[in-house]
C-alpha cells in the first residue's frame, strides 16, 4: 500500500550552510590543528581558514548544510508534486544566502528562511586529502536560528502541523534545542514520526545533554558507524559491537508508547544495520559500486537519510526505506557534493 505524499508531509529544519571544498595538503590541515577525517565547528582559530582555503586552492562551491541536503534528497526522490518537503533555517541577507535559496527552489522543496543581518550565511570548509575530508563548519547565521522569530509564527507552526514526517540532523542540536522540543513533542503528542540523526562524534559528546532531552521523542535515529561507537561510549552502554549499541539505542526511554523506535546504522561499503522492533537487528547489504565510479562520498549519509525519508512518508515499510536510503546514496557518491541527476531511477 502506498499513499501519494501530500504538500508539506515532510518536515526538516537545520543549518543551512555553503560548503566550500577544496583539495589541501597537510600543512594546511597542520596549521589549523584538523584531522584528515572529521567534522568539527570553526573556533576562533579556525577564522583565517576560511579565507585561505578560497585564496590558495581550487574551490568548489555546493548547497549544503547536512537536513538540507537529506531534504532535497527526498523531494527529488518523491519528484511530484513539488514541496512536499519543508525546511527552516537561518540564513544572512547576502550572495550565500541567495545562492541556498536558489537551489532550494531549483530543487523545489518549500523553504523558509529566517533571514537576520546579523551574521553572514554560514559555511562549511571541505578540506579533502586523498580520501579523508576534514569538515569544519561555521554556522554564522545558521546559529542565529531563533524559536520565537521563526518556528512560532502562525504560518510557519502551521507548515509544522501539517506534516506527518520530521526530520533534524543532530547538528541542530547546538542551535535551538528549543525549536527542537517543540518539534519533537508535535509528532509524539499526534503520533507523527519524529526523525533524529547522531550527525557526528562531537554531538554526543559535547551535546549529550540536549541530545538525550531528544532522544525520549525519537522514532527513527539515524547514525554511522564511528557516531554509533561514539554515542555508545557516552553512554556508558559498554560495547563497540554495533548490533549491540543499535539494541541498546532502541531500548532508551521513549514518550509516544504506540511506536517502537527504529534505529538504522549505515557503515560505508559495508551493510546498514536496522533494529526490528524488540531484539531483532537484521543487515542490508548496500548497492554495489566501483570504487573508481565514486567520485565523492560527501553527502552520501544525507542522501541515505533522504532516500530513507521518501519511502517513510508514503507509509512503505522500514526495509523498503532502507533500499531507497541505499539507491540516493549510491546516486550522490557518483557526483560531486549532495547533488543528483534529474530523475532518479528507483521503485
Ligand atoms: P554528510 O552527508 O554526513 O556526509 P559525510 O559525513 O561527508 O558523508 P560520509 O561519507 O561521512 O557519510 P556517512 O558516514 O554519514 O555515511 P556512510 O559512509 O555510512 O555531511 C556532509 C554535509 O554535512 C555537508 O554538506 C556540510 O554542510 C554538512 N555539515 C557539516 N557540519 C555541519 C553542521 N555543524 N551543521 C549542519 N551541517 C553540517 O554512507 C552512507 C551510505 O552511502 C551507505 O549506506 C552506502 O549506501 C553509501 N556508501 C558510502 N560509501 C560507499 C562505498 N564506498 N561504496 C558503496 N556505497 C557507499
Ligand atoms: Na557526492
Known amino acids: ?6 504538500l508539506n508531509s515532510v518536515f526538516g529544519m537545520g543549518n543551512p550552510l555553503l560548503d566550500i571544498s577544496a583539495v589541501v595538503d597537510k ?16 573556533e576562533d582559530k579556525h577564522k583565517a ?6 585564496k590558495k586552492f581550487k574551490v568548489e562551491y555546493h548547497a549544503g548544510g547536512s537536513t538540507q541536503n537529506s531534504i532535497k534528497v527526498a523531494q527529488w526522490m518523491i519528484q511530484e508534486p513539488h514541496n512536499v518537503c519543508t525546511f527552516f533555517g537561518c540564513i544572512g541577507e547576502d550572495t550565500f544566502g541567495e545562492i541556498l535559496k536558489q537551489k532550494a527552489k531549483e530543487a523545489h522543496v518549500d523553504a523558509h528562511y529566517y533571514e537576520q543581518t546579523e ?10 586529502t586523498g580520501n579523508n575530508r576534514s569538515l569544519v563548519a561555521n554556522l554564522a547565521a545558521a546559529n542565529c536560528y531563533k524559536k520565537d522569530k521563526h518556528l512560532d509564527l502562525e504560518e510557519n507552526w502551521k507548515l509544522v ?3 506527518k514526517v520530521y526530520y533534524i540532523a543532530g547538528f541542530f542540536l547546538t542551535v535551538s534545542l528549543e525549536s527542537i522540543q517543540k518539534v519533537a513533542k508535535h509528532a509524539s503528542e499526534n ?22 532531552k531528544v532522544m525520549p521523542y525519537v522514532d527513527v535515529l539515524f547514525g554511522n558507524e564511528t557516531e554509533a561507537a561514539m554515542f555508545s561510549k557516552e553512554q556508558g552502554f559498554e560495547t563497540e559491537d554495533i548490533k549491540e549499541i543499535a539494541k541498546k539505542a532502541q531500548a532508551l526511554p521513549k514518550v509516544n508508547k504506540k511506536r517502537a523506535r527504529i534505529v538504522v546504522f549505515t557503515q560505508g561499503k559495508d551493510a546498514t544495520i536496522m533494529t526490528k522492533g524488540g531484539d531483532k537487528i537484521e543487515m542490508f547489504p548496500v548497492l554495489k559500486i566501483d570504487q573508481k565510479d565514486i567520485v565523492d562520498t560527501n553527502g552520501a549519509g544525507d542522501a541515505f537519510v533522504g532516500g530513507f525519508l521518501s519511502e517513510l512518508v508514503q507509509e512503505k515499510g522500514f526495509e523498503q526505506c532502507v533500499k531507497a536510503g541505499h539507491y540516493a546514496a549510491n546516486v550522490v557518491i557518483r557526483q560531486a557534493g549532495c547533488t543528483f541527476p534529474d530523475k532518479p531511477d528507483f521503485n
Open 1 to 6: 500500500t502506498s499513499t501519494k505524499p501530500r
Open 27 to 42: 600543512d594546511f590541515l597542520e596549521k589549523y590543528g584538523l584531522k584528515p577525517d572529521d567534522q568539527i565547528l570553526a
Open 49 to 54: 581558514l576560511f579565507e585561505e582555503i578560497v
Open 119 to 128: 551574521e553572514p550565511t554560514g559555511t562549511c570548509a571541505a578540506a579533502i
Open 161 to 163: 502541523e501539517k506534516a
Open 191 to 212: 503520533n507523527k514520526l519524529f526523525t533524529l540523526n547522531l550527525s557526528a562524534p562531537f554531538i554526543s559528546q559535547f551535546f549529550k545533554d540536549a541530545l538525550m
